[in-house]
C-alpha cells in the first residue's frame, strides 16, 4: 500500500511517499480502506518533537490518528461490523500503532464505530479525536439543560464540536474567539461570540451571567488562559480543559471550589485502558451527527495523501478554518 512516513523527525517537509506492506487482520481489529484523515496538533507535535514526545511512535513511522474509511476484513472476534461497512475512528500514529497516512488500517474494533450516514468520509474523519475530547469534557464536567456554558477556543477543532455539542445537550452557549472570521464561525454554530482581544473576563461575565459565572467553561485554548476559565467560572462550577501542561497558582480554583476536569482522550489508545468508551462515544456522535445537530467545519484548502506536508504546514499556519482533511 501507499503511505507517507517519516523517517526523522522535524519540519512538515520530512514526509516521503513509499510503497510498504498492507497490513492483515488480527483478533478483535479490522482492516479499513481508507478514504480520508485529519490532521490534528497533537500529530504535528509528534512530527516535530519525536522522541522528545513520550507518545511519538519510533521512526519510520507513519502518523495520523483519525480516519474514515470501508471495512475491508474482518478479524476474528469481531461482531459489530461486516465487510463493506463505512467506519470511522481514532486508532493510530502514536506509540505502537502504525497511522491513517496510508491506504489501510488495522484498528482495534473497541476504537471505531459505523460513520454518520448523512456525512461524507471527509467530515468523518475529522470528528474523531476531536469529538471523543469535546464529548468526554463535557460529559465529565456534568453538562446539563439550561445551563450556560462558555468554550474557549469555539473556531478551533475541538472547540467548534464543543459548542455544537453544548447546544445539543441543551446549555445556552457562548464561546471566546478573536477575528472577524472567527467569530462569525462561533454565531453560526449557534454561540454567543467573544471577543477575548477586547473584552476582559470580568465584564463578559457581568454582561452574560449578571457577575455569577457560568456553570461550565471549556477550555480548548489552556495554558495561562486557565486563569481566564477560573476567572469566568461560578462558584462550585466546573472546568474542563484540554491543554493543562502550566504551572500557575490554584487559589483562584481553591477559593471558588472549583472541579477541574483534564480530559486527554488519547489515554486508552496508549494504555490499552478503556478503549470501548471510545467506541460508545462515537456510535453517540454517530446519532447526534444523524440527527442534524453536528457538522464538522472543514477547512476550505484539501489536500491528498501526497500532499501531507502541505497539510500538516496548513494546520500550523494558524491560517485554516476548522479540520484541515487529507483525502485518499
Same mark, same amino acid.
Given at each position: 500500500m501507499k503511505a507517507?512516513?517519516?523517517? *526523522?523527525?522535524?519540519?512538515?517537509?520530512?514526509? *516521503?511517499?513509499?510503497?510498504? *506492506?498492507?497490513?492483515?487482520?488480527?483478533?478483535?481489529?479490522?482492516?479499513?480502506?481508507?478514504?480520508?484523515?485529519?490532521?490534528?496538533?497533537?500529530?504535528?507535535?509528534?512530527?516535530q518533537m519525536g522522541p522528545d514526545l513520550p507518545l511519538s511512535p519510533p521512526a519510520p513511522a507513519i502518523l495520523g490518528m483519525d480516519f474514515a474509511g470501508i471495512v475491508e476484513a474482518v478479524g476474528e472476534g469481531v461482531d459489530d461490523y461486516k465487510v463493506g461497512d463505512e467506519v470511522y475512528g481514532c486508532a493510530g500514529g502514536l506509540a505502537d500503532l502504525p497511522g491513517t497516512l496510508a491506504e489501510y488500517i488495522v484498528a482495534d474494533a473497541n476504537l471505531i464505530a459505523l460513520k454518520p450516514e448523512n456525512l461524507t468520509m471527509e467530515q468523518s474523519a475529522a470528528i474523531p479525536?476531536?469529538?471523543?475530547?469535546?464529548? *468526554?469534557?463535557? =460529559?465529565?464536567?456534568g453538562i446539563s439543560q439550561g445551563q450556560k456554558v462558555l468554550v474557549h477556543g469555539g473556531s478551533g477543532?475541538?472547540?467548534?464540536?464543543?459548542? =455544537?455539542?453544548?447546544?445539543?445537550?441543551?446549555?445556552?452557549?457562548?464561546s471566546t474567539g478573536g477575528g472577524d472570521k472567527q467569530l462569525a464561525l462561533i454565531e453560526k454554530l449557534g454561540a454567543t461570540a467573544i471577543n477575548y482581544k477586547n473584552e476582559a473576563v470580568s465584564d463578559y461575565v457581568n454582561q452574560y451571567t449578571d457577575g455569577t459565572g457560568f456553570d461550565l467553561v471549556f477550555d480548548s485554548v489552556g495554558g495561562e488562559n486557565m486563569t481566564n476559565s477560573f476567572e469566568a467560572a461560578k462558584l462550585n462550577g466546573h472546568v474542563a480543559s484540554t491543554v493543562s501542561l502550566v504551572s500557575f497558582d490554584l487559589s483562584t480554583a481553591h477559593?471558588?471550589?472549583?472541579?477541574?476536569?483534564?480530559?486527554?482522550?488519547?489515554?486508552?489508545?496508549?494504555?490499552?485502558?478503556?478503549?470501548? =468508551?471510545?467506541?460508545?462515544?462515537?456510535?453517540?456522535?454517530?446519532?447526534?451527527?444523524?440527527?442534524?445537530?453536528?457538522?464538522?467545519?472543514?477547512?476550505? =484548502?484539501?489536500?491528498?495523501?501526497?500532499?501531507a506536508s502541505s497539510a500538516h504546514a496548513r494546520l500550523e499556519s494558524g491560517k485554516g478554518m476548522g479540520k484541515v482533511v487529507v483525502s485518499i
Open positions: 507517507m512516513i517519516v523517517k *526523522e523527525f522535524g519540519n512538515s517537509d520530512v514526509f *516521503e511517499l513509499a510503497v510498504v *506492506e498492507k497490513p492483515t487482520v488480527k483478533q478483535g481489529h479490522v482492516l479499513v480502506n481508507i478514504k480520508a484523515t485529519s490532521i490534528n496538533t497533537v500529530d504535528t507535535m509528534i512530527r479525536l476531536v469529538g471523543i475530547t469535546a464529548y *468526554e469534557g463535557l =460529559q465529565r464536567a477543532g475541538v472547540g467548534h464540536i464543543a459548542i =455544537q455539542l453544548a447546544n445539543y445537550f441543551g446549555a445556552e452557549t457562548f477559593f471558588k471550589g472549583l472541579s477541574l476536569h483534564v480530559v486527554f482522550m488519547l489515554i486508552p489508545m496508549l494504555h490499552n485502558v478503556g478503549r470501548g =468508551q471510545h467506541h460508545t462515544i462515537l456510535k453517540a456522535l454517530t446519532d447526534i451527527a444523524e440527527a442534524g445537530k453536528l457538522t464538522p467545519v472543514l477547512d476550505e =484548502q484539501t489536500f491528498s495523501l501526497e500532499q
